[in-house]
């Protein structure tokens, strides 16, 4: 089955500054890519997606670029503000092996990012 | 905007109880999936629902587990008889059936005693 593996496991920055989180994929069949930002005790809430006929979606001052020849994507977040401050979980989607389009999410670890005013 | 809510929000139970979680999806919806977070961890797969049947079930969805959509709005996680280790964070999921994105619901903290 799908391993997605994510760096790194924390990460401060200094407001202002870039946040970049990286993850790496197994399975080849994979073909959507979401991050969900997650604060405590709440939902995961997606903040951005790309899908594998895409090489990079950027929106404000979020994007995510995607290798697939290298089965990793990044998240990237510019001119980072204190309520960016929360878990990034990077997930990997693909069909089910036997077919259809169930599309489950297989999580990373999560990288817990601090800005620091 | 739509959501996916949640009931309950916090559940304790001894264990060997049986509890039942209940979500209700964005109402045009077409899949559904459970999840669970353990404290501090990863957010973990445990089963996906469509078309009134179960599509995907991961090792963790063991035969204590069971999930129901007994009417057109809610979507049911059973556990027969918990475990300690069944203490844990569970997510409702939906998705449509035109688009990738899956919403979750605000979760249900379960904890077992």
């Known amino acids: 089955g799908e391993n997605v593996e994510q760096h790194p496991s924390t990460l401060s920055v200094q407001e202002g500054d870039s946040a970049v989180i990286k993850c790496t994929y197994s399975d080849s069949a994979s073909n959507y890519f979401p991050w969900y930002k997650q604060e405590l005790g709440k939902r995961p809430q997606l903040i951005i997606d790309?899908?594998?006929?895409?090489g990079e979606k950027k929106d404000q001052r979020i994007a995510v670029t995607l290798n697939k020849t290298a089965k990793h994507f990044s998240l990237h977040i510019t001119e980072t503000q204190p309520e960016d401050s929360a878990v990034y979980f990077c997930?990997?989607?693909?069909?089910?092996?036997?077919?259809?389009?169930?599309?489950?999410?297989?999580f990373g670890k999560g990288t817990l990012l601090t800005v620091n005013p | 905007e739509p959501e996916v809510t949640q009931t309950p929000s916090h559940q304790v139970t001894q264990m060997g109880q049986e509890v039942i979680l209940r979500c209700v999806p964005i109402s045009n919806h077409l899949y559904f999936y459970w999840y669970r977070q353990i404290l501090g961890q990863k957010v973990e797969f445990l089963v996906s629902?469509?078309?009134?049947?179960?599509?995907?079930k991961s090792e963790i969805f063991d035969d204590q587990f069971s999930v129901e959509r007994p009417d057109g709005s809610n979507f049911t996680l059973k556990i027969r008889s918990t475990k300690l280790e069944d203490s844990a964070m569970y997510f409702c999921a939906s998705r449509s059936g035109a688009t990738y994105e899956q919403y979750f619901g605000p979760g249900t903290r379960l904890t077992v005693t």
């Open positions: 997930a990997a989607s693909s069909p089910r092996p036997s077919g259809g389009s169930n599309y489950k999410l297989t």
């Open positions: 629902f469509y078309n009134n049947e179960i599509s995907e």
């Open positions: 790309i899908r594998s006929n895409v």
